[in-house]
């Protein structure tokens, strides 16, 4: 890693923005291009990311800027629906360029890398445009994908996030107060990530999301049918077996707990609960939204897209 490689964030304003910037500051090989913000154009990133140091300054871009900036890589933290200007304007101008786009605009489009390392690596041949998997639709796939062959009828998944997925722009999926004692449903049918995770794995897949009280992490409770009955050591088995080697993924033996995993950058994925008659098994996976969720995902597939150590600056904590 002797040659650094530059790097540039637009929407760093957001909280995904903010876990960005620790991430790319904390790596060996990487330096910051830019950080776009509209927002903070002008202000310091050190004033409200207290984990950076140094003078490095928000700017407010357009898109042709952000092109003539010619990163090495560019990590559109946008909404959806925002990245097409960027993405046509470093076509023009350094078309080489790795984007890696948080937002849902490329992933149901063939010709971008769908960047889910675990269950995608090995499809990665050098693509320079990559898609950031969805938050929910992370927890979902990683909770799906080792009975995925053995399902009878669609995976029902209830998921719950923390406000923070919601993001910056204030409604009342980000409102403490709306929030207080409350759950929030919403989207219960036809929800961008069940669509998303439908696509990936190959299967129909039932996705109720939640919105709860708690700033960050995802609890995602799968209730999965299956063809034939398993015992419940059986398929923890096999869910060690699939994810051995996955220094991101924890198999644990009761269902995790979503204050365990804030802050943390890996999966939790335990429970394993099997009704009478063994074709019922509940599994629970939790994830930190704004990291394994989106941010360390993201730092993952830039490392693989620069050839680096894949878990280069992404802090993996030993399991107690």
């Not at 470093?90 to 360029?97: A, F, N, Q, R």
Request: a negative charge; proline letters at 6%.
């Amino acid at each position: 890693m002797s040659e650094k490689k530059t790097i540039g964030i637009v929407g760093a304003r957001g909280h995904t923005g903010a876990e960005l910037i620790k991430s790319i500051a904390r790596h060996p090989a990487l330096e910051f291009a830019f950080v776009s913000s509209r927002e903070l154009d002008g202000q310091r990133v050190s004033d409200h990311v207290a984990e950076f140091a140094g003078d490095l300054r928000y700017e407010n871009l357009s898109d042709d800027d952000i092109a003539k900036k010619r990163a090495d890589a560019v990590v559109l933290a946008l909404p959806n629906g925002n990245a097409a200007g960027v993405v046509a304007a470093i076509d023009v101008e350094k078309p080489d360029t790795i984007i890696v786009d948080l937002s849902a605009d490329y992933r149901f489009n063939d010709s971008w890398y769908y960047g889910l390392p675990e269950l995608t690596r090995r499809s990665y041949g050098g693509q320079t445009r990559i898609s950031n998997p969805g938050c929910y639709a992370t927890a979902m796939q990683l909770a799906i994908a080792p009975l995925k062959n053995e399902l009878a009828a669609p995976p029902a998944c209830f998921g719950v996030s923390g406000y923070s997925g919601a993001g910056t722009t204030p409604s009342d999926k980000n409102d403490p107060e709306k929030l207080l004692d409350n759950l929030m449903p919403y989207a219960l049918v036809d929800h961008m990530h069940e669509r998303e995770v439908t696509r990936q794995l190959g299967v129909p897949v039932e996705f109720m999301p939640h919105v709860a009280p708690h700033f960050r992490g995802i609890t995602m409770t799968v209730n999965l049918w299956l063809q034939q009955a398993m015992s419940a050591d059986a398929i923890k088995t096999r869910y060690r077996e699939f994810y051995a080697g996955e220094p991101l993924i924890r198999i644990v033996d009761e269902a995790p707990w979503v204050s365990v995993i804030a802050g943390k950058h890996h999966v939790d994925i335990g429970g394993f609960a099997v009704a009478p008659g063994g074709k019922r098994v509940v599994v629970v996976a939790t994830i930190d939204n704004l990291l394994k969720g989106a941010a360390t995902q993201a730092m993952q597939n830039l490392n693989i897209a620069f050839g680096f150590d894949e878990l280069a600056s992404i802090p993996v904590a030993h399991h107690t």
